[in-house]
Structures are given as structure tokens and as C-alpha cells.
Nanobody, 121 residues
Framework: QVQLVESGGGLVQAGGSLRLSCAVS????????MGWFRQTPGKEREFVAA???????DYADSVRGRFTISRDNAKSTVYLQMNSLKPEDTAVYYC???????????????WGQGTQVSVSS
């Protein structure tokens, strides 16, 4: 059974930083693309960042240059370092896993429970 467990959310002031973590079990992590997505009430879940199992990363335009995705294959964990946070970054953040090289929400098979990130102005 594949499980994804996020941690690291919280409340931070604008301009601050947070690091999210997502620990994965039940799947060969090194051959898995990991993504971060976020969702606010009434809106569709949106892509934030992905790190591909072949190497390389991809970012939404809204976070490029502020967020950094990384992975530790030995710990089966993916991270999202979020700097220069803005109030519009407030959302529930989800990590997700897929065997494909994709940023499309529909292509991710497994999802974590989500962690709340709130940025005050």
C-alpha cells in the first residue's frame, strides 16, 4: 500500500519561509516522479512543482524563483522549500506520486492528506 505523509505546514508572515516534507512508503521511490499541488476553497487543485525520477524539475510560473523542490531517494522523501511567501500562496498543499514524467494533476496516482500553509500580510 502506497502512503504519502506530508508535514511542515503552518502560519508564516509574508516574506517568510517554510519547508514542506513528504515521506513515501510502499513504492520504489527512485523511479517515481513526485509533485506538489495546492488547493484553495472553491478552486481546482493546481500544480506547484514536480521533480522527475529521471532528473530535472518543473515549476508553476507563480512560484518559479521562490520555491525549490528536491528529493532524497535514500529517505524516500520529497521537499518543497518555499521562500518569499506571499498571502496568495495560502492553500492546502498536497504531495503526489506518479510513474510518469508529467505535471498534470490527472496523471498522479497517489496523494497525501494535505498540509495547510497560511501566509499573513
Amino acid at each position: 500500500q502506497v502512503q504519502l505523509v506530508e508535514s511542515g505546514g503552518g502560519l508564516v508572515q509574508a516574506g517568510g519561509s517554510l519547508r514542506l516534507s513528504c515521506a513515501v512508503s510502499g513504492r520504489t521511490f527512485s523511479s517515481t516522479t513526485m509533485g506538489w499541488f495546492r488547493q484553495t476553497p472553491g478552486k481546482e487543485r493546481e500544480f506547484v512543482a514536480a521533480i522527475y525520477w529521471t532528473g530535472g524539475a518543473d515549476y508553476a510560473d507563480s512560484v518559479r524563483g521562490r520555491f525549490t523542490i528536491s528529493r532524497d531517494n535514500a529517505k524516500s522523501t520529497v521537499y518543497l522549500q518555499m521562500n518569499s511567501l506571499k498571502p496568495e500562496d495560502t492553500a492546502v498543499y498536497y504531495c503526489a506520486a506518479t510513474p510518469y514524467l508529467t505535471r498534470a494533476t490527472r496523471d498522479y496516482d497517489y496523494w497525501g492528506q494535505g498540509t495547510q500553509v497560511s501566509v499573513s500580510s
